[in-house]
């Protein structure tokens, strides 16, 4: 299906011309990932979230909804090829928080990029990564890159690993210190295998996903909040950080409305 595109442009605020160009890819990227926030409610609700282009138009972009990383960067290739990109599919590992030697599955998925008519690097493209270090734009697939996505700092890296190809990492500046977030091949993955892994995800007993809400909203203020659980993480744009738990799942609801712009659907009975 073809998405309605003046309906995305207008869910995250983009009044670019529509083709296929860097400067398109940078200012798209940036606002999606201001305006769609991260948000894992289908799985705690004890459902899986479709992928089906239709389903993620409905619900990412008429729905008052957002999603995590399987939703909202299959919405943005899906964008990104109706204009004229050629996107592939990677997976990463997840290496934020983890502990030295601590190997994790390929849990996430990002987007390799190439703009046409164009001579010169790929891009690495994400807005679905939850955390305060994700990219705010795309990134060029270039050892050393660096990105100044005021206010993040974002760089990429080739780091040591036993296999074949190359295995790259992205890195945010925290701090005054670099701290990965995750890594990857560009090995091309399919959107079957984005299903299969988003499956599992949504219903593994060991999935964080399943136990507790989880959201993210990077603001045009520079701003962001973070929900884990009922503990809400509020960063504003100096650095400052204000954190309290929250009540239950009444103030859970209210502060998913009013502080991260998610629509909870009626009826849905929100973790304690």
Not at 32 to 59: M, Q, R, T, Y
Not at 121 to 146: C, K, N, R
């Given at each position: 299906m073809?998405?309605d595109?003046?309906a995305?442009f207008?869910r995250?605020?983009?009044?670019g011309?529509p083709?296929?160009?860097v400067?398109?890819?940078r200012?798209?990227?940036r606002?999606?990932?201001?305006?769609?926030?991260?948000?894992?409610l289908?799985?705690?609700?004890?459902s899986?979230p479709?992928l089906?282009p239709?389903?993620l138009?409905?619900?990412?972009?008429h729905g008052?909804r957002?999603?995590?990383?399987?939703?909202q960067n299959t919405?943005?290739?899906a964008?990104?090829?109706?204009l004229?990109f050629?996107?592939?599919?990677l997976?990463?590992?997840?290496?934020?928080?983890a502990?030295?030697?601590?190997?994790?599955?390929?849990?996430?998925?990002?987007?390799r990029v190439?703009?046409?008519?164009v001579?010169?690097?790929?891009y690495?493209?994400d807005?679905?990564f939850?955390?305060i270090?994700?990219?705010?734009?795309?990134i060029?697939?270039?050892t050393?890159?660096?990105?100044?996505?005021?206010?993040?700092h974002h760089r990429?890296v080739?780091?040591?690993?036993?296999?074949p190809?190359?295995?790259?990492?992205?890195?945010?500046?925290?701090?005054?210190?670099?701290?990965a977030q995750?890594?990857f091949?560009?090995?091309p993955?399919?959107?079957?295998?984005v299903?299969m892994?988003?499956?599992?995800?949504?219903?593994?007993?060991?999935?964080?996903f399943?136990?507790?809400v989880?959201?993210?909203?990077a603001?045009p203020d520079?701003s962001?909040r973070?929900?884990?659980?009922?503990?809400?993480v509020?960063?504003a744009?100096?650095?400052?950080?204000?954190?309290?738990?929250l009540?239950?799942?009444?103030?859970?609801?209210?502060?998913?409305?009013?502080?991260?712009?998610?629509?909870v659907p009626?009826?849905?009975e929100?973790?304690?």
């Amino acid at each position: 299906m073809k998405l309605d595109l003046d309906a995305y442009f207008a869910r995250i605020g983009w009044t670019g011309e529509p083709r296929p160009t860097v400067e398109v890819l940078r200012s798209l990227h940036r606002a999606h990932a201001l305006g769609i926030p991260f948000e894992n409610l289908d799985p705690v609700l004890g459902s899986v979230p479709s992928l089906d282009p239709a389903d993620l138009e409905a619900k990412l972009v008429h729905g008052g909804r957002g999603g995590y990383c399987y939703e909202q960067n299959t919405l943005l290739a899906a964008v990104l090829r109706q204009l004229g990109f050629t996107v592939t599919l990677l997976t990463a590992r997840v290496t934020l928080g983890a502990a030295p030697g601590d190997i994790r599955p390929r849990s996430h998925i990002l987007l390799r990029v190439d703009v046409p008519d164009v001579v010169g690097p790929s891009y690495v493209a994400d807005v679905g990564f939850g955390s305060i270090g994700a990219l705010l734009e795309p990134i060029e697939l270039v050892t050393g890159a660096e990105l100044y996505d005021a206010p993040r700092h974002h760089r990429l890296v080739t780091v040591a690993h036993d296999g074949p190809l190359e295995m790259w990492e992205v890195q945010a500046e925290k701090g005054g210190s670099w701290e990965a977030q995750y890594a990857f091949t560009a090995e091309p993955f399919e959107g079957v295998d984005v299903e299969m892994i988003n499956w599992y995800i949504a219903t593994g007993p060991h999935s964080p996903f399943r136990q507790a809400v989880y959201a993210q909203r990077a603001l045009p203020d520079s701003s962001h909040r973070s929900l884990a659980g009922l503990d809400l993480v509020e960063t504003a744009g100096d650095g400052t950080i204000r954190e309290r738990l929250l009540s239950g799942p009444d103030e859970l609801r209210e502060v998913l409305k009013d502080s991260f712009g998610i629509h909870v659907p009626e009826g849905a009975e929100l973790p304690a």
